[in-house]
């Protein structure tokens, strides 16, 4: 097949023509560039909301972590996530792709399978791309527009003192199965344990918190925001740097989920380190007033959302503690500095 026989067979009729009318598609993939048409909001004036990410073979996936149908998905739930960050409506997707040897054209299509099951499943239009050769590493870009009601995008850079800090999700378990992954690779015999589907679902299939990303941009309250792509430490030190604050975050407060705990206590490793440091976990980190945590709370709960108050904020230098979990009752509460530490693509 040549490339424009391969653009066609991952995404001729992979869409309703009823969703992408839905988005405002006047012209989807098979010209030059697409049209779409500004959504037209009865209520409030819209802007718009943009953002690209990338996934690189061997540092983002592998054979041996996802499959094809993974690969596509968690490329356009990544990006979903960045919109969910903002408070935002994703909408549009433009997918680029640089195809090596190795990725014959059924293997793409199973890709695009993962992809527009991401896109059904958020309600995103795929209207366009671009695809290319690669010598060696499949790269899969994947841009996503979207909107928000004008003025009410969530920043980074908002948080105030006195805040509390939630998240909307667990974290550490991606980074744990992915960990999980790895091991199984080097011993292919290795029994899965009992906690591993759960986290080697989490790293393959992130659902990112679109519906409570906007929740908090309706509240009116949300003062900051962030989703968690590098790690949970390293997205809080984001928010007090571009906020002017310190974040103190308690261990006591983490949700902990019973598989991370199972799977770190078999790994023997400690599931803190996962939790902080991990990465990939897609849930969004925020402040917001503390006089609406609580009312926060019940309206995710009336929504069957979570929503975890793990924290609160300082004036002070920016910067982000953790109150660690004491083993005695009414022992002095201890503070540790957290480190600026995460996935980081050069190191430092
Ligand atoms: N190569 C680049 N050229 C221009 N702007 C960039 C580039 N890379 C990142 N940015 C911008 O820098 C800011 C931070 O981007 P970054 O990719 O760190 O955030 P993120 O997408 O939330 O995190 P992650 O990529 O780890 O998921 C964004 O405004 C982004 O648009
Ligand atoms: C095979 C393999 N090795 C390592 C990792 C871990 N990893 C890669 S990128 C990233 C942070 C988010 O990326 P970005 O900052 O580009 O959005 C993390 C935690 C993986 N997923 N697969
Ligand atoms: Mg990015
Ligand atoms: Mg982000
Ligand atoms: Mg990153």
């Known amino acids: 097949m040549d490339e424009f026989a391969r653009i066609r067979h991952w995404t001729h009729g992979r869409q309703s023509a009823d969703m992408q009318r839905r988005q405002g598609v006047v012209l989807g993939i098979g010209d030059d560039a697409a049209v779409v048409e500004p959504p037209a909001d009865e209520t409030e004036p819209l802007q718009w909301v943009l953002a690209v990410d990338t996934m690189v073979e061997t540092v983002h996936f592998a054979d041996a972590t996802m499959s094809e149908e ?18 935002g409506v994703p909408r549009h997707a433009l997918v680029s792709v640089s195809v090596p040897p190795s990725y014959g054209a059924d293997r793409m299509r199973r890709l695009y399978d993962g992809l527009y099951a991401c896109a059904d499943r958020y309600g995103v239009a795929v209207i366009g791309g671009d695809t290319t050769s690669s010598p060696q590493h499949l790269v899969i870009a994947v841009t996503v527009i979207g909107t928000v009601a004008a003025g009410r995008a969530l920043r980074r850079s908002g948080a105030q003192p006195g805040d509390a800090v939630f998240v909307t999700g667990p974290v550490g378990l991606s980074a744990a ?62 928010i007090a740097e571009a906020s002017g604050v310190r974040l103190v975050l308690r261990e006591a407060l983490l949700p ?45 709960a009336a929504e069957g ?44």
């Open 305 to 348: 959302l979570p929503f975890y108050v793990i924290g609160e904020t300082e004036a002070g230098d920016p910067g982000v503690e953790l109150v660690v979990r004491s083993e005695r009752r009414g022992a002095e509460e201890r503070r540790v500095p957290l480190a600026k530490r995460g996935y980081n693509h050069f190191g430092g």
């Open 70 to 87: 993974d690969v596509g998905y968690k490329a356009l739930a990544a990006n979903v996530s960045d919109i969910a960050a903002m408070g």
């Open 177 to 238: 199965g992915l960990h999980w992954l790895l091991a199984r690779q080097n011993d292919p015999l290795a029994q899965p344990p009992p906690e591993a589907a759960a986290l080697v679902r989490a790293h393959r299939r992130p659902a990112p918190s679109v519906r409570a990303g906007q929740l908090l941009a309706a509240r009116g309250t949300c003062r900051s925001l962030n989703d968690v792509s590098d790690g949970l430490a390293s997205e809080a030190w984001e």
């Open 256 to 300: 902990r989920s019973g598989s991370l705990a199972a799977y770190a206590s078999r790994a023997g490793v400690d599931p803190l380190e996962w939790m902080l440091y991990g990465g990939e976990d897609y849930v969004l980190v925020g402040t917001l007033a503390a006089d609406d945590a609580e009312a926060a709370k019940a309206a995710f």
